[in-house]
């Protein structure tokens, strides 16, 4: 619960420096975004017994994908945060990870989620239709941009589940992944180079050590529980960050976003009040067959 609150703190800064950076392309956002997180964690590996080293062979598929599918993730994400109009609006679309990564476990771990956790997905996607408003207007693509965000997440951290239970180590995730995302963006950042005032050279920077420090907490979060008994605490993110909109940026919601708030964070305290209920029962059945067998 500590790491995923420290993620969701996290990315919420995050979000604020991207947007304050101000118009600068979106790879170049990118690029530094991941920058600053290859080099926090190359010198982590660095002093670490095992340095570069991964885990088995199988890994290395699954670092890729979580990898590819993350970066578009982020670039999508960025998109977002840029032209929707609102970073709670950007956050909590793309909070729906949790609910993607859910739908991802069935296929990727054979988790079978239950009917009401089936339930509380559909509940989560209406109340993202309430954030998008669709329309068959360019004014939409922010939005979905957003929405396709929350399902590349999902599939990514479902990837660093997978990762954590073949033994592979956090730190070895995140540099993967930030060095991958780092050489994909270099080719985009030098063509399409925008220079930038010291406001948004700091702010570039303050939003990569924020990723850096988001990505060891959300690993962190992911490699020890299960997506389904932690998802509910990454919410606070929508909280940090409209604070950090409304104080900072002065961006109100709008009240058909908020009514958009309350259904998926709804939805995901409703999931995870459930799976404590269920959890209780498992354990009480368990400890009468254990007291009948005595």
Same mark, same amino acid.
């Given at each position: 619960?500590?790491?995923?609150?420290?993620?969701?703190?996290?990315?919420?800064?995050?979000?604020?420096?991207?947007?304050?950076?101000?118009?600068?392309?979106?790879?170049?956002? !990118?690029?530094?975004?991941? $920058?600053?997180?290859?080099?926090?964690?190359?010198?982590?590996?660095?002093?670490?017994?095992?340095?570069?080293?991964?885990?088995?062979? #199988?890994? *290395?598929?699954?670092?890729?994908?979580?990898?590819?599918?993350?970066?578009? =993730?982020?670039?999508?994400?960025?998109?977002?945060?840029?032209?929707?109009?609102?970073?709670?609006?950007?956050? *909590?679309?793309?909070?729906?990870?949790?609910?993607?990564?859910?739908?991802?476990?069935?296929?990727?771990?054979? #988790?079978?989620?239950?009917?009401?956790?089936?339930?509380?997905?559909?509940?989560?996607?209406?109340?993202?239709?309430?954030?998008?408003?669709?329309?068959?207007?360019?004014?939409?693509?922010?939005?979905?941009?957003?929405?396709?965000?929350?399902?590349?997440?999902?599939?990514?951290? +479902?990837?660093?589940? @997978?990762?954590?239970?073949?033994? #592979?180590? =956090?730190?070895? +995730?995140?540099?993967?992944?930030?060095? %991958?995302?780092? $050489?994909?963006?270099?080719?985009?950042?030098?063509?399409?180079? +925008?220079?930038?005032?010291?406001?948004?050279?700091?702010? $570039?920077?303050?939003?990569?050590?924020?990723?850096?420090?988001?990505?060891?907490?959300? +690993?962190?979060?992911?490699?020890?529980?299960?997506?389904?008994?932690?998802? @509910?605490?990454?919410?606070?993110? @929508?909280?940090?960050?409209? *604070?950090?909109?409304?104080?900072?940026?002065? /961006?109100?919601?709008?009240? $058909?976003?908020?009514?958009?708030?309350?259904?998926?964070? =709804?939805?995901?305290?409703?999931? %995870? !009040?459930?799976?404590?209920?269920?959890?209780?029962?498992?354990?009480?059945?368990?400890?009468?067959?254990?007291? /009948?067998?005595?």
């Amino acid at each position: 619960m500590c790491f995923i609150l420290g993620a969701a703190l996290s990315f919420a800064f995050m979000n604020y420096f991207v947007n304050a950076a101000g118009e600068l392309p979106v790879m170049q956002k !990118v690029f530094f975004r991941n $920058l600053i997180a290859t080099f926090l964690v190359f010198f982590v590996l660095l002093f670490d017994k095992q340095k570069f080293r991964i885990h088995s062979k #199988e890994c *290395i598929l699954w670092l890729f994908l979580r990898a590819a599918v993350g970066f578009l =993730g982020v670039v999508l994400n960025f998109y977002a945060i840029d032209y929707i109009g609102s970073i709670s609006d950007a956050s *909590i679309l793309n909070k729906l990870s949790p609910f993607f990564a859910i739908l991802f476990s069935l296929i990727l771990l054979r #988790e079978k989620p239950t009917v009401w956790e089936i339930v509380f997905v559909l509940v989560a996607f209406g109340g993202a239709m309430c954030v998008v408003r669709p329309s068959f207007s360019a004014e939409m693509l922010p939005a979905a941009a957003g929405f396709a965000s929350g399902a590349c997440a999902g599939f990514a951290y +479902t990837c660093v589940r @997978v990762l954590g239970i073949k033994g #592979e180590r =956090g730190s070895m +995730t995140v540099f993967f992944f930030s060095a %991958f995302s780092t $050489l994909v963006a270099l080719p985009f950042f030098i063509l399409f180079y +925008t220079p930038m005032s010291a406001w948004q050279w700091i702010s $570039l920077i303050l939003s990569g050590v924020s990723a850096a420090a988001g990505q060891f907490f959300i +690993t962190a979060a992911y490699r020890f529980a299960p997506a389904k008994e932690i998802a @509910v605490f990454d919410y606070m993110q @929508v909280l940090f960050a409209a *604070i950090l909109g409304y104080f900072l940026l002065e /961006q109100v919601p709008a009240p $058909l976003s908020i009514a958009g708030y309350v259904i998926i964070i =709804g939805a995901a305290v409703g999931n %995870f !009040v459930y799976r404590l209920i269920r959890a209780k029962r498992k354990n009480k059945n368990a400890d009468d067959k254990i007291a /009948q067998s005595g």
